[in-house]
């Protein structure tokens, strides 16, 4: 099927409420085109020069959303123009994040990401240095960046039991951070995990937000 038949597909399949980040990494720019001309404007991208390359000639209505991890020398590139920040996995980070903001006189959304996979080569937070942080005084210097919610990857494996208890995990932390530290800040809403494979089970879970690249552009090109 071509891109826009997927993406009609997955409109179907996905509940409204729950918003779809095309990943683009690898994709040709005339292949986001071929989405963003289906009405799709939530894209994601994994590596910083790939992204402003990309950002820097298409249509400037795509929200752009950074999925990968993120190196601090690289923060100052993406700032101007980046939707959403995934990845942030250290205070060291978020206070880069702040202040690259800061200089532009931004608010940056983010979310952080917990570690929540049997993979050692995943990056994120555990669950007490997730509160740690959000207690530290460092924390609360941070003026320029807004905690929109939580992201996670699961363990990459067939045993979608494994995949299901990570969700569900994660979906717990989501709730006792949310009740704990923004009780009243409606702008802590979004819980970023599933994926081509397991989009399904993580919006059984409680998932707000699917990041999916295989099901619209077709396999990944390796680099």
């Given at each position: 099927m071509s891109i826009r038949e997927n993406i009609?597909?997955?409109?179907?399949?996905?509940?409204?409420?729950?918003?779809?980040?095309?990943i683009s990494k690898t994709k040709s720019p005339a292949q986001i085109l071929e989405a963003y001309n289906a009405g799709y404007r939530f894209f994601g991208e994994?590596?910083?020069?790939?992204?402003?390359?990309?950002?820097?000639?298409?249509?400037?209505?795509?929200?752009?959303?950074?999925?990968g991890h993120l190196q601090t020398n690289k923060v100052k590139n993406i700032i101007?123009?980046?939707?959403?920040?995934?990845s942030v996995d250290s205070i060291k980070l978020l206070g880069v994040i702040n202040n690259e903001s800061l200089k532009i006189y931004k608010?940056?959304?983010?979310?952080?990401?917990?570690?929540?996979?049997r993979e050692e080569t995943k990056f994120g937070f555990s669950e007490d240095e997730l509160a740690a942080t959000l207690r530290s005084q460092e924390f609360?210097?941070?003026?320029?960046?807004?905690?929109?919610?939580?992201m996670g990857m699961a363990t990459f494996t067939d045993d979608e039991s494994v995949v299901r208890e990570e969700f569900r995990n994660l979906a717990m932390i989501f709730k006792k951070i949310k009740k704990d530290f923004f009780p009243d800040q409606d702008f802590f809403r979004e819980l970023s995990m599933g994926m081509s494979?397991?989009?399904?089970?993580?919006?059984e879970e409680g998932s707000t937000m699917v990041r999916?690249?295989?099901?619209?552009?077709?396999?990944?090109?390796?680099?």
């Open positions: 009609n597909q997955l409109r179907l399949e996905i509940p409204g409420n729950i918003k779809i980040i095309a994994n590596r910083v020069q790939e992204l402003t390359e990309k950002a820097a000639i298409l249509p400037g209505d795509i929200q752009w959303h950074m999925v101007p123009f980046i939707s959403l920040i995934h608010i940056q959304d983010c979310l952080l990401q917990v570690y929540i996979a609360a210097k941070l003026s320029n960046i807004r905690i929109a919610g939580l494979g397991d989009y399904k089970i993580a919006i999916i690249g295989t099901l619209i552009f077709g396999e990944r090109v390796l680099q």
